[in-house]
């Protein structure tokens, strides 16, 4: 039987300049779609509005450029992302999911603020409240839109606007995604996500296949991230330091032997090894 072919996609979200872990998941996720003949999506996540700039979509692309990556389907630059390819582009399918979810009696609405959650719970987590109250889904306070299981996750913001567990899973779908490549960080997500897809019959998601692979790291061990001083990438290119780190980062996470400063080399590396790494289980 013929496999389908591997389709993966790049998922940043605009809403600040890209850091290191970002570049090194780039680089894997490219490297193991090449090694396997799949096709590459760029996706820009911007559903949070408030929080995207017009600037990190731009880094987006220049920093693209910088670590030599190519993609088969996606925007082409900033103008044809904001026109084309901005989640906006897409409010009518995820509000027909948050609909039929409403509909089938599996959300619940909720007007606690965070000081409320904050009060009524010892580890911040939403303990409920609003489960029992029957609260309309629309009405003169804002209220956001709750699973009624699994931690009661957002679906919907308070600002109407729905969330990025909901988004990412209907994108995922409507592209055909069928491997995904993200941090460790991001098991948590993955699990609200296959929950949801379980409650709204979203077989292929299912049955993508996953790899979490480790964070980048300091030399002490700790996570590296921009709020530890990690610095953007932007911040690389303008102290002229070369992408052949992440490259070599790269090599050691999917276990490919040898000294790599550029990414031809590791993409030949990778074929030879048919890198194709995925969670177990
Ligand atoms: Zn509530």
């Known amino acids: ?40 999506l760029l996706r820009i996540d911007d559903i949070d509005k408030e929080r995207c ?20 389907e996606g925007p082409s630059g900033v103008a044809d992302f904001f026109q084309n390819w901005s989640q906006e582009t897409r409010l009518g399918l995820y509000e027909n999911a948050l609909r039929e979810l409403q509909q089938q009696d599996l959300l619940f609405a909720c007007t606690c603020s965070r000081k409320d959650i904050r009060l009524a719970s010892e580890d911040g987590s939403y303990p409920g409240t609003c489960l029992q109250r029957d609260l309309p889904f629309e009405g003169d306070k804002a209220r956001s839109w709750r699973t009624r299981e699994h931690g009661h996750f957002v679906l919907r913001r308070k600002n109407g606007r729905p969330a990025y567990q909901l988004v990412s899973l209907i994108d995922d779908e409507h592209f055909g995604i069928n491997y ?22 979203k077989t292929p998601f299912l049955s993508s296949s996953f790899w979490h ?20 990438l932007q911040e690389w290119r303008t102290l002229g330091r070369s992408p052949a780190e992440l490259y070599q980062r790269a090599a050691d996470m999917l276990g490919i032997p040898g000294k790599f400063e550029a990414v031809e080399p ?16």
């Open 53 to 72: 700039r017009e600037e990190y979509v731009a880094d987006i692309f220049r920093t693209l450029e910088w670590l030599g990556l190519d993609y088969d």
């Open 180 to 201: 995904i490549v993200r941090g460790a960080d991001l098991l948590g997500s993955t699990e609200k996500q296959r929950y949801l897809a379980r409650l709204m019959g």
């Open 266 to 281: 590791l993409l030949k590396a990778a074929k030879k090894l048919k890198v194709l790494p995925m969670d177990q289980g």
């Open 1 to 40: 039987m013929n496999k389908p072919p591997l389709r993966t996609r790049l998922a940043p979200t605009p809403s600040g300049l890209l850091h290191p872990g970002n570049g090194l998941s780039f680089v894997m996720t490219w490297v193991i779609a090449r090694a396997n003949e799949g096709r590459i």
């Open 213 to 232: 692979h480790p964070l980048l790291t300091d030399a002490e061990g700790q996570k590296l991230s921009k709020s530890q001083g990690a610095g953007s």
